[in-house]
């Protein structure tokens, strides 16, 4: 199924968390539009990422269900994923790829073009210039978080899943981050990101969900 409409809805329907026989979070209920940022709050092992990664489709829901546009995402199966652009509190890549060559490999994954040029100037404008060819276990945690968000000016997704972005960033990648998300917002698309860090977007809707412990 091919999506032809501009806008898009996320819905989280009655949804119930669980880890082991621990109750994380139940009966939570909202919707996402265009524009919307959703900054998910709550302490360590409240069930924030165990949330992320059900939104992405990652682990099916307890009870409840999760929307695109209407539709249960466990029925739109890929036709939902590549809609998606999920970036864990790990860096994910792989360390004995460059940072060029992960970018294909993840952009392959996603179904998604990879353009050389284009994929250089964004890790140059990451700050990454001397580090495109080498081993990515010999940048350091900032350098291979950012090899991971290069994947946000490279993949083309209505819908950002970010999972700690802003972790190990410098203060100039943190400003260039923020105003990716801004832009992206601005231009409709629907972020949902945790964060401990104190980063203020400025986007046409902005709300916060807490998962209390």
């Given at each position: 199924m091919e999506f032809l409409v501009t806008n898009h809805m996320l819905t989280v329907i009655n949804l119930v968390g669980v880890r082991g026989e621990r109750l994380l979070y139940e009966k939570l209920n909202f919707s996402l539009s265009n524009g919307t940022v959703l900054y998910l709050q709550g302490a360590n092992g409240t069930g924030k990422t165990t949330l992320?990664?059900?939104?992405?489709?990652?682990?099916?829901?307890?009870e409840g269900s999760v929307n695109w546009c209407g539709e249960d995402i466990n029925v739109l199966a890929e036709d939902y994923y590549k809609h998606v652009l999920y970036i864990g509190h790990l860096p994910g890549i792989k360390e004995d790829l460059t940072a060029l060559e992960n970018l294909q490999f993840s952009l392959a994954l996603s179904g998604a073009?990879?353009?050389?040029?284009?994929?250089?100037e964004v890790l140059k404008l990451l700050g990454l210039a001397k580090g495109l060819n080498l081993p990515t276990r010999m940048l350091s945690q900032g350098q291979k978080r950012r090899v991971a968000l290069a994947r946000l000016w490279l993949q083309d997704s209505p819908l950002w899943i970010l999972d700690e972005p802003f972790t190990a960033l410098d203060a100039s990648a943190t400003d260039l981050l923020k105003q990716k998300i801004e832009a992206f917002a601005n231009d409709g698309g629907i972020v949902i990101m945790t964060t401990h860090q104190e980063v203020e977007v400025h986007v046409p809707k902005l709300e916060q969900l807490c998962l209390d412990a």
């Open positions: 992320l990664r059900t939104i992405c489709g990652l682990s099916k829901p307890y073009q990879f353009n050389l040029n284009q994929a250089t």
